[in-house]
């Protein structure tokens, strides 16, 4: 009963749910809401009525779609060019290792190696370039390739 008399008034005096532009408010909604709703504005209210809210609600979540799917393509973008880097940086390093028998450089880490895995490597102090760059530095080498490199 008293469900019923809550849901009839919420159906008489909240004819629109803003938020989602549903046109009924259900039980599930809390008072917050509820007094949000019941406060909006006579433009908030024309809008809904007139079908411009529901075009605004659509243009909204299309905006959503198409931002995440075009940060998905950024991030497999840039994930594809740090494993690019990485590869051709390892080759650097078993070529040093064999033409100068240079010990204790690194490789990056290929196994399931994701973006966030090497976004986060790159920032943290296990960046696999800073630890070689800093045992070239401490190699004393004269061999003017490997001086090119190192500075």
């Known amino acids: ?34 007094e ?8 908030i209210k024309e809008m809904a009525e007139s079908g411009e809210l529901n075009a605004l609600h659509e243009r909204c979540q299309s905006l959503t779609d198409v931002s ?13 060019i740090l494993l690019t880097v990485h590869g051709k940086e390892d080759e650097i ?3 040093l290792k064999a033409d100068h028998e240079i010990e204790g450089l690194l490789k990056h880490d290929s196994s399931d190696a994701s973006i966030r895995d090497s ?3 790159f920032i943290m102090v296990k960046n696999v370039s800073v630890a070689n760059l ?4 401490a190699t004393k080498l004269t061999d003017k390739s490997v001086v090119s490199l190192r500075d």
């Open 1 to 34: 009963m008293v469900r019923a008399e809550t849901q009839a008034f919420m159906d008489e005096k909240l004819a629109y749910n803003y938020f989602s532009n549903e046109k009924n408010v259900s039980l599930v909604a809390t008072l917050g809401e509820a």
């Open 36 to 43: 949000t709703l019941y406060s909006a504005g006579a433009n």
């Open 68 to 80: 995440e799917t075009l940060y998905i393509s950024v991030r497999d973008r840039l994930e594809n």
């Open 93 to 95: 390093y078993e070529s």
């Open 119 to 121: 976004l986060r490597s």
């Open 134 to 137: 800093t045992t070239l530095n």
